[in-house]
C-alpha cells in the first residue's frame, strides 16, 4: 500500500512504531516481553502483509545515520571513574559474566550448525549479554547482519532473556544460593532514600518523566552530532570506515569522562537515544522476512541458551569460589545480561536502594564495552 518513495509517510509509521514500543513497555504485556518485541511484531506484520515495503530510502537512513548518533547520546553519562568508586565489590561478578557471555558464544559457535552468519551472531550476542538490546543494535549494524537475522535475534533474545530475568528475580530466594553465597543484610539500605545518582540518571525505569529542556536537547544532539562526524572521520583516516561505530564509542566514553560534571547537568539526552533505537528495531522489523526468520528463529534461540546458561554458570559457580555476596551478584548478573534499567528495577524490587546506582552504572558501562567485544568478536580471525 505505502510505497518506497513515500518518504513522509514511511517516517510517521516509523515514529508511530516507536511511539507504539514506548506505550508498550508501561503495559503488563509490554514489561513481560518488552517494547521492542511489539514493535518488531508490528513491523513484521506490516511489510509482510504488503501494508510498507521491505526495502526503502528511508530505512538506510535509519542504519546509516540514526544509529550511530544515537550511541553518544546513550553513553553521555558513562563516567568510568564512577564505575570504579560506586560498584564497589559488583565489578568481579559482572567481569565474570561478562567472560561467560564470551565462552558460551565461542561453545554456541562451536556447537551449533550456523553456518557462514556465525561469526556475526557471535559477535551480536556477546554485545547484548554485556551491554543490552542498544548495543545488540549498533553491533548488528556494524557489522551488516542480514535483517531477517536481526529479527530472530531480538526475538530469541526476547524469550531467552525474558526467562533468565525470571530466574535472577527468584534466585536470592533459592535456599541452595543462600547457602551457597555471602548474604548481606544491611538494615540501614533496606530503608535509605534512593541515591541523587539514581534519581537523576535517566536510564532508572521508577524515575519520574525527565523534563525535556530544549537547549539541553540542542547542546546534546549538536554534541552527538559532532563526535559522530569525528569518529567517522577517523575511521575513513584509518581504512575502516564500515567501523565508525567503535570509533564514535570511544570518543564518547573519552568525552564523557573529560568533562562529567557539565554532562551529568543534560537532560533528556538518554531518551532522545533511546527513540532513534526504537526507529532502528521498527526498520529492521518491517525489512525481515518472516520465512526466513522462522527458518532459523529455533537454532538462534538455542544459541542464545547456551550463551546465558555458560553466562549463569561462570558468575554463581565462580561467585561462590570468590565469596560474592548473593544480591550483588544477582544484579551485576541482571547489569551484565539486560542493562541498567532493569538491574535498577530488580535492586529496588528487591528492598536493595542501596544497589540501584551501581546497578545503573554497571549497565553503563556494559554499554560502553559491549560494542568492542562485538564487532571485535565478528571479525575474530580464528572462525576459519
Known amino acids: 500500500m505505502i510505497q518506497a518513495d513515500w518518504t513522509f509517510a514511511l517516517w510517521a509509521v516509523l515514529a508511530a512504531l516507536a ?70 565489590s559488583m565489578l568481579l561478578p559482572f567481569a565474570l559474566g561478562a567472560i561467560g557471555t564470551i565462552l558460551g558464544v565461542l561453545l554456541g559457535v562451536w556447537l551449533l550448525p550456523l553456518g557462514e552468519h556465525a561469526p556475526k551472531l557471535a559477535g551480536v550476542f556477546s554485545a547484548t549479554y554485556i551491554g543490552g538490546s542498544m548495543n545488540m543494535a549498533a553491533v548488528a549494524q556494524a557489522v551488516d547482519l542480514d535483517p531477517a537475522l536481526t529479527t530472530a535475534s531480538v526475538a530469541a533474545d526476547n524469550v531467552v532473556g525474558v526467562l533468565y530475568l525470571a530466574f535472577l528475580a527468584i534466585a536470592p530466594s533459592l535456599v541452595i544460593f543462600q547457602r551457597w553465597f555471602r548474604v548481606f543484610d544491611n538494615r540501614a539500605a533496606m530503608t535509605a532514600q534512593e541515591p541523587e545518582s539514581t534519581q537523576n540518571n535517566a536510564t532508572d525505569t521508577k524515575s519520574a518523566v525527565t523534563p525535556l529542556d530544549p537547549l539541553h536537547l540542542g547542546i546534546a544532539v549538536a554534541l552527538s552530532f559532532t563526535i559522530c562526524a569525528v569518529g567517522q572521520a577517523l575511521a575513513m583516516q584509518f581504512g575502516v570506515s564500515g567501523y565508525a561505530i567503535l570509533f564514535i564509542t570511544a570518543l564518547t566514553v573519552l568525552v564523557a569522562n573529560v568533562f562529567p560534571r557539565q554532562l551529568k547537568r543534560l ?103 559491549a560494542n568492542f567485544i562485538g564487532v571485535g568478536l565478528a571479525n575474530y580471525p580464528g572462525w576459519g
Not at 513491523?43 to 530510502?57: C, D, H, I
Not at 553518544?72 to 564497589?88: F, I, N
Not at 532513534?276 to 538455542?302: E, K, N, P, R
Request: with cysteine; proline share 4%; net charge positive.
Open 19 to 88: 511511539a507504539l514500543g514506548f506505550w508498550a513497555d508501561r503495559t503488563r504485556l509490554g514489561r513481560n516481553v518488552s517494547g521492542l518485541a511489539v514493535v518488531l511484531a508490528t513491523g513484521m506484520l506490516l511489510s509482510n502483509f504488503g501494508v510498507l515495503p521491505r526495502q526503502a530510502p528511508v530505512y538506510n537512513v535509519v542504519w546509516s545515520y540514526l544509529v550511530p548518533l544515537a550511541i553518544p547520546l546513550l553513553l553521555m553519562k558513562a563516567d568510568l571513574r564512577r564505575v570504579l568508586v560506586e560498584t564497589r
Open 267 to 369: 537532560k533528556g539526552d538518554y531518551e532522545v537515544g533511546l527513540f532513534l533505537m526504537y526507529l532502528f528495531f521498527a526498520a529492521i522489523g518491517i525489512s525481515a522476512d518472516v520465512v526466513a526468520m522462522i527458518s532459523s528463529a529455533m537454532m538462534i534461540a538455542a544459541f542464545a541458551a547456551i550463551v546465558v546458561i555458560c553466562h549463569a554458570l561462570m558468575i554463581f559457580g565462580l561467585g561462590r569460589v570468590f565469596h560474592t555476596d548473593l544480591m550483588e551478584t544477582v544484579i551485576a548478573s541482571n547489569a551484565c545480561a539486560a542493562g541498567p534499567a532493569s538491574a535498577a528495577a530488580l535492586a529496588a524490587g528487591k528492598g536493595r536502594p542501596d544497589l540501584v546506582a551501581p546497578a545503573i552504572l554497571l549497565g553503563v558501562f556494559g554499554y560502553a564495552v
